[in-house]
T-cell receptor
């Protein structure tokens, strides 16, 4: 089955700086890669996603890049703000028809004011 | 409209008790997923329904775990003879309507199960 690795496990950045979180996946059949933000005690919420036919996607301060050949994808957050502090999870999904997600182990991002 | 809801939000069970966790997906969503999230970990897939059909239960950790979605809407995850290792947050997610096909999964707030 699919295996997703995520790093770093913790990340601290100064407010206003950029943060980058990286994930690798094992199954080349994976074609959907979402990123979820989870605040303490809250539900995971989708912040951005990318499909395998696209190399990059951007939404305001958040961007995701995908390298299918290397089987890795990254989350980029620019101009970080205190409210960006949370745990971020990457995930991968193999099939349309059974879109079960395989999650990474998470990155705890702390923005230092 | 309303998002995915789950009940109860918190459940404390004595070891050996049976528990039932409920999920109300977003109205009209065809797909429903259950995940288990241990403390400090990412969610792990348990089972998947498309309407009332359980198409994948490969993630259920043992035969003590059972899930159903009899009318293709509300789902229940049942754990029999709970063990301490069952302590976790159980997340439900739903996705996909025929009018707006999308992979995006919308998560509920979870049920935090503590087995003493």
């Amino acid at each position: 089955g699919e295996n997703v690795e995520q790093h770093p496990s913790t990340l601290s950045v100064q407010e206003g700086d950029s943060a980058v979180i990286k994930c690798t996946y094992s199954d080349s059949a994976s074609n959907y890669f979402p990123w979820y933000k989870q605040e303490l005690g809250k539900r995971p919420q989708l912040i951005i996603d990318i499909r395998s036919n696209v190399g990059e996607k951007k939404d305001q301060r958040i961007a995701v890049t995908l390298n299918k050949t290397a089987k890795h994808f990254s989350l980029h957050i620019t101009e970080t703000q205190p409210e960006d502090s949370a745990v971020y999870f990457c995930a991968a999904s193999i099939n349309f028809g059974n879109e079960k997600l395989t999650f990474g182990t998470g990155t705890r991002l702390t923005i230092i004011p | 409209g309303a998002g995915v809801s789950q009940s109860p939000r918190y459940k404390v069970a004595k070891r050996g008790q049976d528990v039932a966790l409920r999920c109300d997906p977003i109205s009209g969503h065809v797909s429903l997923f259950w995940y288990q999230q241990a403390l400090g970990q990412g969610p792990e897939f348990l089972t998947y329904f498309q309407n009332e059909a359980q198409l994948d239960k490969s993630g259920l950790p043992s035969d003590r775990f059972f899930a159903e979605r009899p009318e293709g809407s509300v789902s229940t995850l049942k754990i029999q003879r709970t063990q301490q290792e069952d302590s976790a947050v159980y997340l439900c997610a739903s996705s996909f309507t025929s009018e707006f096909p999308s992979n995006e999964q919308f998560f509920g707030p979870g049920t935090r199960l503590t087995v003493l």
